[in-house]
């Protein structure tokens, strides 16, 4: 059967390169950026020189939140929710967040390296165009890369984003995607390994954290299926559940069974069939 589940090889992965950051800004650019630190996110929103940063860092695409619509101003409707305040961690590294308004359950951030002048932004919400849901598109223009996976972004940027997540109340797993500079979404992939433990912290679970990783590896499958069925487009829509994954779930189930180790089988063969599936679509 194509695309049927076999048993992979177990070997690692070699860690993917980090991503490239082109166009970045200068440190002037941002700099004014540190005057905002405690300030609701809706002050520093109607600075007209992050404006102009805006412009120049969001692709320019047709999203669909709700309805289709420039991703800017997908945007701007999330950035309009519950101000958080605005954070300045190590003196250089911001986010300007909402922790949620009314259409859609939507929120969103901007995130910058005052010293690198990085820029990503991202909008979480819940879709009804067929899309897994709930969803969160990271975007910039300053990515070209139309592969990536998370170890790829700037540590930083993670550590901020799990913190936004956690502030935010949003499910830290979701089918997750970016939007680089040509304006398609692609998978962005959830590489974390949840069962790991900073130094000298107890260990999480094993049953808990494999679950997590479990589940993560499904957010992506089923993410890179749906952009595989609409042609990576910013603003797809598909309501058809695709028989080939649910064949191919029912597949893998069967050939992992129920065992001790059927967790660690399903996790490794649908990383393995997702890299697949974004190889011959990306």
């Known amino acids: 059967m194509r695309g049927a589940a076999q048993e992979p090889d177990a070997s690692p992965v070699p860690p993917p390169p980090p991503a490239v950051f082109q166009k970045t800004f200068a440190s002037g650019q941002l700099s004014f950026l540190s005057d905002y630190a405690g300030h609701p996110a809706k002050e520093a929103l109607k600075d007209k020189r992050l404006h102009a940063i805006l412009k120049q860092m969001i692709p320019r695409t047709e999203y669909h939140y709700g309805r289709d619509m420039p ?3 997908a945007s701007e409707i999330v950035l309009d929710g519950n101000s958080l305040p605005v954070e300045i961690r190590e003196g250089r590294y911001v986010t300007i967040a909402t922790s949620g308004g009314e259409y859609l359950s939507g929120k ?4 910058f390296d005052l010293q690198q002048g990085i820029a990503l932004g991202g ?3 819940h879709p009804t165009n067929g ?3 709930p969803t969160l598109a990271i975007f910039s223009r300053q990515l070209k890369e139309t592969t990536l996976s998370m170890s790829q972004l700037p540590v930083a940027f993670a550590q901020d984003l799990g913190a936004w997540l956690a502030e935010a109340r949003v499910r830290p797993i979701s089918p997750r995607y970016f939007i680089p500079d040509n304006g398609k979404k692609y998978v962005l ?3 974390e390994d949840y069962c790991d433990s900073p130094p000298g912290a107890p260990a999480p679970p094993q049953d808990e954290c494999q679950q997590l990783n479990a589940d993560a590896a499904d957010a992506d499958l089923k993410a890179a299926y749906f952009m595989k069925e609409t042609g990576n487009a910013a603003n797809a829509t598909a ?3 695709n028989p080939e994954l649910v064949t191919w779930f029912g597949v893998r189930d069967q050939t992992c069974g129920l065992g001790p180790g059927a967790i660690g089988c ?3 063969i649908t990383r393995q069939r997702t890299r697949v599936v974004i190889r011959q679509h990306s």
Do not use: A, K, Q, Y
Not at 108 to 111: K, Q, R, S
């Open 123 to 125: 909008v979480f919400f």
């Open 266 to 268: 399903r996790i490794r």
């Open 108 to 111: 969103g951030f901007l995130w």
């Open 71 to 73: 991703l800017s101003d």
């Open 131 to 133: 899309e897994p849901t």
């Open 189 to 191: 992939v959830h590489d």
């Open 239 to 241: 309501w058809m559940l």
